[in-house]
């Protein structure tokens, strides 16, 4: 037998069983990620360079962004973690250089996503090395977002507009699932500076979002549009989704890893039972695959869904997988079973299984393969047909994350 022994571990609420080939995994896996960020680095070209990895294009060349995209932060956040668990001296200070790239951001206000952009670089950054410099930038970038919360609409607006897929009206004040996760840099700048109204912009924003962006079966709506003037909602639909009335697998993970998140940083039930919610959902959805890595759309192509007009999910009949999606679950699923009572097994396992899943063959990419990102069998946005079945470079950090997460728990359980 494999298993040398078993480790049983109470960790608060958690009492669990670990067993010692699953830090060989955790292991090999870290191994893995450093080749092929090592790779990368190789392939990125100069350090100074100001575009960042996202993903591959039809003939597997590297596709970079500017900074000012929503995903800069995800390849230096990636050096972050890989650093973390391994200790190599050259992830560090390739971390440090691509994160320092991106200090322009701190004053950033033309979108949301500041968050991901910022947190995911230098939230690792300051977390891992204390430097106060790197502290005041997320701080800046944390006022630099604030600017797009509204008292009236108690949200903060993700995109400056949004044109539905139906083509026959553009909105002004679209608040996506996704924004959930940009509220994880104002709860720290609340908590280093003092100022409440950090605190008060995040909690504002996810009560608004609990109320009229989780349904009341906990599945999601996409984008949920304001009146500015009422602060009443004004439109339900999707951009990245199948249809409005449909969940897009990713959306519900952003919602399932935000609502824990914001549990966390407040204590409050409520978003504790919305985070449970929309994981149960998302778990017990009998259209989730065997391995729990969701199609793109939990509806695509179902009866009683149907795409606006514009929507290129008219013309997609393949049923792609979204293994970015399944990466954040994963991720938010060992912090949820940190705080869930009576379910902290359903969401450790879960984790535990989704993590496997995108470690095989089937959607881990062979070494040197791949644009040397980590996974395969992402989804960007069908609806815009773009980076279909693609690796991404935010399934990647997520699935690092969620290795990391992993790693802690088995690290408590010995
Ligand atoms: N936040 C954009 C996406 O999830 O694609």
Request: proline share 3%.
């Amino acid at each position: 037998m494999k298993l040398w022994t078993y480790f049983l571990v109470t960790t608060g609420l958690l009492a669990f069983t670990a067993d010692r080939s699953e830090d060989d995994f955790v292991k090999s896996n870290f191994s893995f990620a450093q080749q092929q960020l090592k790779l990368m680095l190789r392939e990125t070209g100069a350090e100074k360079a100001l575009t960042f990895p996202r993903t591959i294009n039809a003939t597997g060349k590297m596709v970079l962004t500017n900074m000012y995209d929503w995903t800069p932060g995800f390849f230096p956040g990636s050096l972050w973690y890989a650093y973390e668990y391994t200790k190599d001296s050259k992830l560090r200070q390739q971390a440090v250089a691509w994160t320092e790239k991106l200090e322009p951001l701190k004053d950033f206000t033309r979108h949301h996503d500041l968050g991901f952009m910022v947190y995911c670089s230098y939230g690792n950054a300051y977390r891992l090395t204390g430097n106060t410099a790197y502290r005041d930038i997320l701080v800046q970038a944390a006022r630099s977002l604030s600017t797009r919360f509204n008292e009236v609409t108690g949200s903060i607006k993700s995109w400056n507009v949004f044109k539905s897929w139906h083509g026959n009206r553009n909105y002004y004040y679209p608040v996506i699932i996704d924004n959930m996760m940009n509220l994880e840099l104002l709860f720290f700048a609340g908590k280093v500076t003092g100022d409440t109204s950090f605190r008060h912009i995040a909690v504002t924003h996810a009560e608004q979002a609990m109320k009229n962006q989780v349904r009341p079966d906990y599945s999601s709506w996409h984008v949920v549009c304001y009146d500015t003037i009422t602060g009443k909602v004004e439109g339900r639909e999707t951009a990245q989704g199948y249809a409005d009335n449909s969940t897009w697998a990713r959306g519900q993970a952003w919602g399932i890893y935000g609502f824990t998140m914001v549990y966390r940083e407040t204590g409050d039930p409520r978003f504790l039972r919305t985070a449970e919610g929309m994981a149960d959902w998302f778990l017990d959805h009998s259209d989730l695959p065997e391995d729990k890595v969701p199609y793109w759309d939990f509806n695509a192509n179902q009866p009683g869904f149907t795409p606006g007009i514009n929507s290129n999910a008219n013309k997609v009949t393949g049923r792609y997988r979204d293994a970015s999606a399944a990466a954040i679950t994963a991720s938010a699923l060992f912090e949820l079973s940190g705080y869930a009572k009576g379910k902290e097994d359903k969401y450790r396992k879960a984790a535990i299984r989704i993590l496997h899943s995108l470690a095989s063959s089937a959607y881990r990419a062979p070494a040197g393969k791949n644009g040397n990102f980590l996974l395969m069998h992402s989804v960007g946005s069908i609806p815009h047909n773009t980076e279909i079945d693609v690796p991404l470079v935010y399934a990647d950090y997520y699935f690092i994350e969620a290795l990391q997460r992993y790693n802690h728990l088995l690290t408590r359980a010995l």
